[in-house]
């Protein structure tokens, strides 16, 4: 989920279980705890372009750093809090950065990318898809409550926030079950077998969805929109699957290329395929910038002439008039 997103939800959680004359500290200490999580993407090598990859939504998003994550947070905003005279001892900013913390792993959790909430006890990578990485509306439930709440010092809009919130995460749910209930029955209807299928919301709504599925050796990308009526499907493009001994069978194993491969598939959840524009991309194809399209939006490059150096990362998000214009359409159910 976006930064600003992370921020007003930790923010308005805090501020809802705040005592009156510490709602706007509260609501600061909440905020600040919840960006916390995402200081992973400061994990980087010039050196090695996947280890960002590897870190991000890791250790720092899982349950078992949330009181780590709220004491380090305490510990920074102490003095600051002292300095400007706010009215908290250090157990209630404790408490406020714990609320704060607590809601990051859950939050991206929901999104399609996958997080690391069970770490160190599972490299499981938890993603309900239930709501997009920027949902303009769901950010403004938080922040127009979260402002309502610090202007006047009170808990009660915070609270009518979280049930907003939590409500438009209900939806998403019941939207991704719409879906891929539309993109199972097409699949019977095509006389396939879907041997792993991603639903995920398209950016910013939950009308228009993005369907991967893999049959055999080829991956399948659909568009499905969720209306009041009937449900509606936009058959889109296919891709080969990437598999390595047929796309790359110079490559030796265990080189450093071999072992940036197995990282990326990781990351990927295995949803690899090589860029039909740039066959020396290779891509994750669970997003692009149409909810039909097979050209991924990142990847890395592939190099035979130089196997033992790591893989530059590289993204791809140029979109055209055309395509601004395709996504608008299906997102109203055009024809």
């Known amino acids: 989920m976006d930064i600003l997103t992370h921020g007003l939800l930790g923010g308005t959680l805090a501020l809802s279980c705040s005592r009156k004359d510490e709602a706007r500290p509260a609501a600061t200490v909440g905020f600040m705890a919840a960006l916390l999580a995402d200081a992973d993407a400061l994990i980087q090598s010039s050196a090695d372009p996947l280890l960002t990859l590897e870190y991000h939504r890791q250790f720092t998003h899982s349950?078992?750093?949330?009181?780590?994550?709220?004491?380090?947070?305490?510990?920074?905003l102490w003095p600051a809090l002292r300095k400007f005279g706010q009215p908290l001892g250090f157990r209630r900013i404790y408490f406020y950065a714990l609320l704060g913390c607590a809601t990051s792993g859950f939050l991206d959790a929901c999104t399609s990318y996958g997080t690391h909430l069970l770490?160190?006890?599972?490299?499981?990578?938890?993603?309900?898809?239930?709501?997009?990485?920027?949902?303009?509306?769901?950010?403004?439930?938080?922040?127009?409550?979260?402002?309502?709440?610090?202007?006047?010092?009170?808990?009660?809009p915070a609270r009518i926030g979280l049930l907003l919130a939590a409500a438009y995460l209900s939806i998403g749910w019941f939207q991704h079950q719409r879906a891929e209930t539309t993109?199972?029955?097409?699949?019977?209807?095509?006389?396939?077998?879907?041997?792993?299928?991603?639903?995920?919301?398209t950016m910013g709504n939950l009308l228009l969805w993005?369907?991967?599925?893999?049959?055999?050796?080829?991956?399948?990308?659909?568009?499905?929109?969720?209306?009041?009526?009937?449900?509606?499907?936009?058959?889109?493009?296919?891709?080969?699957?990437?598999?390595?001994?047929?796309?790359?069978?110079?490559?030796?194993?265990?080189?450093?290329?071999?072992?940036?491969?197995?990282?990326?598939?990781?990351?990927?959840?295995?949803?690899?395929?090589?860029?039909?524009?740039?066959?020396?991309?290779?891509?994750d194809v669970r997003y692009a910038m149409l909810p039909t399209s097979v050209r991924p939006l990142w990847g890395i490059r592939l190099n035979l002439q130089q196997p033992d150096l790591h893989a530059p990362f590289e993204t791809t998000r140029r979109i055209s008039r055309q395509e601004i214009d395709q996504f608008i359409g299906m997102l109203g159910g055009a024809d």
């Open 210 to 283: 993005r369907t991967i599925y893999r049959d055999d050796d080829t991956y399948h990308v659909d568009g499905v929109r969720l209306g009041m009526g009937a449900d509606r499907v936009y058959p889109g493009n296919t891709v080969p699957a990437f598999l390595q001994s047929r796309d790359l069978p110079t490559l030796a194993t265990d080189t450093v290329m071999d072992r940036d491969i197995r990282r990326f598939e990781f990351f990927s959840d295995g949803y690899l395929v090589l860029h039909p524009d740039d066959p020396g991309l290779l891509g």
């Open 63 to 76: 349950l078992i750093f949330i009181p780590v994550g709220a004491l380090l947070v305490a510990l920074i």
């Open 119 to 156: 770490w160190p006890f599972s490299g499981e990578r938890i993603a309900w898809s239930i709501v997009s990485i920027f949902d303009p509306l769901f950010l403004l439930i938080l922040a127009v409550t979260l402002i309502a709440g610090i202007r006047w010092r009170k808990a009660l």
């Open 183 to 201: 993109i199972r029955t097409t699949i019977l209807q095509r006389g396939h077998e879907a041997g792993s299928l991603t639903v995920k919301p």
